[in-house]
T-cell receptor, first 112, second 112 residues
Framework: QKEVEQNSGPLSVPEGAIASLNCTYS??????FFWYRQYSGKSPELIMS????GDKEDGRFTAQLNKASQYVSLLIRDSQPSDSATYLC????????????FGKGNQVVVIP | DVKVTQSSRYLVKRTGEKVFLECVQDMDHENMFWYRQDPGLGLRLIYF???????EKGDIPEGYSVSREKKERFSLILESASTNQTSMYLC???????????FGPGTRLTVT
């Protein structure tokens, strides 16, 4: 089983809608969770960190963590064309040896 | 703001050449990382360093070496470049005690 899985294919959402991305992780003891945004040809940019169960909001972004079910989600409200990017989920496993485990990413396309 | 810089955005080298990729961070971070990113394979960790002169192998260290003589600088060395090392190379850093990791702009390396 992969450490971090992002299984959805490309997500197309109309401008102004909510984009919802999901990520599951295999190591139940993981404590730190991150979402990165990566524009085509650019490097990943940290947009959200979450450490406790529940929701964390930052502007139009909301991260949701459920440790019992081992998933972390990212909601993008009022999606804008500038949100079109690949979103990477990253998890720090307890035996991660000082390193993050990354998912392969989900592409989001916001249609004007 | 965290600033991670990489010596080149684009680099073209010939097979068999020795290649140096440099990464510098200005936030006094203890931990530094080198990844490569390829379509369909995601981010793969090559090497990381948690202190000056310390290094740890990541998932794909073969064909690479690293050097960290100063805290702010982490170099990736391709001893004898091969075409299968054509990739996007990403450096990242993070402070001790935190798992929030920050990436440099990346170097697109082409080996012909």
């Amino acid at each position: 089983q992969k450490e971090v899985e992002q299984n959805s294919g490309p997500l197309s959402v109309p401008e102004g809608a909510i984009a919802s991305l999901n990520c599951t992780y295999s190591d139940r003891g993981s404590q730190s969770f991150f979402w990165y945004r990566q524009y085509s040809g650019k490097s990943p940019e940290l947009i959200m960190s979450i450490y406790s169960n529940g929701d964390k909001e930052d502007g139009r972004f909301t991260a949701q963590l459920n440790k019992a079910s081992q998933y972390v989600s990212l909601l993008i409200r009022d999606s804008q064309p500038s949100d079109s990017a690949t979103y990477l989920c990253a998890v720090c496993p307890p035996r991660g040896n000082n390193r993050l485990a990354f998912g392969k990413g989900n592409q989001v396309v916001v249609i004007p | 703001d965290v600033k991670v810089t990489q010596s080149s955005r684009y680099l073209v080298k010939r097979t068999g050449e020795k290649v140096f990729l440099e990464c510098v961070q200005d936030m006094d971070h203890e931990n530094m990382f080198w990844y490569r990113q390829d379509p369909g394979l995601g981010l793969r960790l090559i090497y990381f360093s948690y202190d000056v002169k310390m290094k740890e192998k990541g998932d794909i260290p073969e064909g690479y070496s690293v050097s960290r003589e100063k805290k702010e600088r982490f170099s990736l060395i391709l001893e004898s470049a091969s075409t299968n090392q054509t990739s996007m190379y990403l450096c990242a850093s993070r402070p001790g005690g935190s798992y929030e990791q920050y990436f440099g702009p990346g170097t697109r390396l082409t080996v012909t």
